[in-house]
């Protein structure tokens, strides 16, 4: 699997994450996502489709991205 052009070099385990571990209610999470543009909507979509197969490496680069 490639996303963005690094290839993780072991796969990792899925982690479940539900709603109640998030900070933001489901309506604040709406309102960002739906504010996030089309090209950048398709990369977000790409990496959450991929997030568990995504090594630890490249997660914790996307959180310190967002976050």
Do not use: H, N, Y
């Amino acid at each position: 699997m490639e996303v963005a052009g690094i290839e993780p070099e072991t796969q990792c385990t899925v982690t479940s994450v539900t709603m109640q571990d998030s900070e933001f209610s489901v309506e604040a999470l709406i309102k960002i996502l739906t504010e996030i543009s089309g090209p950048d909507r398709q990369i977000l979509t790409r990496i959450v489709q991929k997030w568990g197969s995504l090594s630890d490496e490249l997660k914790q680069a996307v959180l310190r991205v967002i976050g």
